[in-house]
């Protein structure tokens, strides 16, 4: 339902800092309503070994609780350990196991370390076949860097940040095909410090979704979003729209979606201004009956007759238009365009009025009854019109500048 058509090309809308200050009294505690901590008897001493000391009367000040280290702090592993399990896979001391890669070499490992950080690898290794007291077993289709990268991860949680970031999508695909969450974050958390780029989110967004990855995946879909017109040019995209067209289509869905909801949003926004708009005016067409501002105000009142600046905002454009209001010869409403403007302020604030027996603002009564002859689309139209204009108020809180302005004014 639409508002009533109502023009504001006059308003301003400036915002200004909040520049007041809270004084708040504290009244202080009255020693005489302080109860004192009973002593104990000094002078017996069939007490003096059976009674413990007393705990401090809670007061004013208070000695410094000191509280226990935290979880983290007591269980976090030393440094040495870390080294040590980083010591047994590099020098490979003991190993039963070798972990062949693409370019036909093998790394060293020990199937009770491999079992108990992967599952999967567990399951692999009871299945591989023993040849003179070794294991062995192959990670196809990854580079011999990322696979060491990974199976030192296995032993200490180790990774040196180099190769990670370079291997970091091979890691991130073995993390999941072997169950590896905690290299998985390390994987995710990597992609997100600065790796994703406009090439290759397309391919990041396809392994995050092959790879279980929803917050990888929610924030690439935010990144092609964002930039979509540059990534859909990119080559990424174009193999995947052959290959994958109902995720095309699906990011097609995400950026109308996207565009649609900022537009929606932007509108609202603009909507909210004019209802802002609305209510400053008036805020400053009851301070100018009631109060006078500069040269226009009641006849009871003494002007200020000065130029400085009004805390109302549309207090000048309102000033102007009531001039013209007064001088105008048409001043019907349908005769002058800036009239009409008048007539629409006055019944709006009619309509917001509690007070039209004593209100000072001209022909506040009579819009009162005017209410009474019109239709019921006019009346819902200007129903809807004040509650946008109260909502537009409240959500402004109690410490918005605008309310402070009129307020302090």
Same mark, same amino acid.
């Given at each position: 339902?639409?508002?009533?058509?109502?023009?504001?090309?006059?308003l301003s809308?400036?915002? %200004?800092?909040?520049?007041?200050?809270?004084?708040?009294?504290?009244?202080?505690?009255?020693?005489?309503?302080?109860?004192?901590? $009973?002593?104990?008897?000094?002078? /017996?001493?069939?007490?003096?070994?059976?009674?413990?000391?007393?705990?401090?009367?809670?007061?004013?000040?208070?000695?410094?609780?000191?509280?226990?280290?935290?979880?983290?702090?007591?269980? /976090?592993?030393?440094?040495?350990?870390?080294?040590?399990?980083?010591?047994?896979?590099?020098?490979?001391?003991?190993?039963?196991?070798?972990?062949?890669?693409?370019?036909?070499?093998?790394?060293?490992?020990?199937? @009770?370390?491999?079992?108990?950080?992967?599952?999967?690898?567990?399951?692999?290794?009871?299945?591989?076949?023993?040849?003179?007291?070794?294991?062995?077993?192959?990670?196809?289709?990854?580079?011999? $860097?990322?696979?060491?990268?990974?199976?030192?991860?296995?032993?200490?949680?180790?990774? %040196?940040?180099?190769?990670?970031?370079?291997?970091?999508?091979?890691?991130?695909?073995? /993390?999941?095909?072997?169950?590896?969450?905690?290299?998985?974050?390390?994987?995710?958390?990597?992609?997100?410090?600065?790796?994703?780029?406009?090439?290759?989110?397309?391919?990041?967004? $396809?392994?995050?979704?092959?790879?279980?990855?929803?917050?990888? @995946?929610?924030?690439?879909?935010?990144?092609?979003?964002?930039?979509?017109?540059?990534?859909?040019?990119?080559?990424?995209?174009?193999?995947?729209?052959?290959?994958?067209?109902?995720? +095309?289509?699906?990011?097609?869905?995400?950026?109308? +979606?996207?565009?649609?909801?900022?537009?929606?949003?932007l509108k609202?926004?603009?909507?909210?201004?004019?209802?802002? $708009?609305?209510? +400053?005016?008036?805020?400053?067409?009851?301070?100018?009956?009631?109060?006078?501002?500069?040269?226009?105000?009641?006849?009871?009142?003494?002007?200020?007759?000065?130029?400085?600046?009004?805390?109302?905002?549309?207090?000048?454009?309102?000033?102007?238009?009531?001039?013209?209001?007064?001088?105008?010869?048409?001043?019907?409403?349908?005769?002058?365009?800036?009239?009409?403007?008048?007539?629409?302020?006055? %019944?709006?604030?009619?309509?917001?009025?509690? +007070?039209?027996?004593?209100?000072?603002?001209?022909?506040?009564?009579?819009?009162?009854?005017?209410?009474?002859?019109?239709?019921?689309?006019? %009346?819902?139209?200007?129903?809807?019109?004040v509650r946008?204009?109260?909502?537009?108020?409240?959500?402004?809180?109690?410490?918005?500048?605008?309310?402070?302005? /009129?307020?302090?004014?």
């Open positions: 339902m639409a508002a009533p058509d109502i023009d504001y090309p006059w809308s400036t915002s %200004e800092s909040f520049c007041g200050s809270l004084n708040i009294h504290l009244e202080e505690d009255n020693p005489a309503d302080i109860f004192p901590a $009973q002593e104990l008897p000094t002078s /017996s001493t069939s007490f003096k070994c059976s009674i413990p000391k007393p705990p401090p009367f809670p007061g004013t000040f208070r000695a410094a609780i000191k509280y226990p280290n935290r979880l983290s702090d007591c269980s /976090s592993v030393p440094k040495e350990t870390i080294g040590t399990w980083d010591r047994l896979f590099k020098e490979g001391h003991g190993s039963d196991v070798y972990v062949l890669t693409v370019d036909k070499s093998y790394i060293p490992a020990h199937s @009770s370390v491999l079992t108990l950080a992967s599952p999967v690898l567990g399951d692999i290794l009871q299945q591989a076949k023993v040849k003179n007291g070794m294991r062995y077993i192959k990670i196809p289709g990854v580079p011999h $860097q990322a696979v060491y990268a990974f199976v030192r991860f296995l032993y200490s949680s180790c990774y %040196e940040e180099d190769a990670t970031r370079q291997f970091v999508l091979h890691l991130l695909v073995l /993390s999941h095909c072997y169950s590896v969450p905690s290299l998985k974050r390390v994987c995710i958390h990597v992609l997100e410090q600065g790796r994703l780029t406009k090439e290759n989110v397309i391919d990041v967004l $396809q392994l995050a979704r092959d790879c279980n990855a929803p917050r990888l @995946s929610f924030i690439c879909v935010r990144i092609i979003i964002k930039d979509f017109k540059t990534i859909s040019s990119t080559e990424g995209w174009k193999v995947m729209k052959r290959a994958n067209p109902a995720l +095309e289509q699906e990011l097609l869905e995400c950026v109308v +979606e996207a565009d649609s909801g900022k537009q929606e949003r609202k926004i603009e909507e909210k201004m004019v209802y802002l $708009q609305l209510h +400053e005016a008036m805020e400053a067409l009851l301070h100018i009956c009631r109060d006078g501002c500069r040269t226009i105000g009641p006849r009871d009142k003494v002007l200020k007759g000065s130029l400085a600046a009004c805390g109302f905002p549309a207090c000048k454009g309102l000033e102007t238009l009531v001039r013209h209001f007064s001088s105008c010869k048409t001043r019907v409403p349908g005769g002058c365009v800036h009239c009409k403007r008048m007539w629409q302020l006055l %019944e709006l604030h009619s309509r917001m009025c509690n +007070e039209p027996d004593s209100c000072k603002v001209p022909l506040c009564r009579h819009f009162k009854e005017k209410m009474q002859q019109q239709t019921k689309k006019d %009346e819902a139209r200007w129903k809807l019109l946008k204009v109260i909502a537009a108020k409240n959500s402004l809180g109690p410490f918005s500048g605008r309310t402070r302005r /009129s307020v302090s004014s």
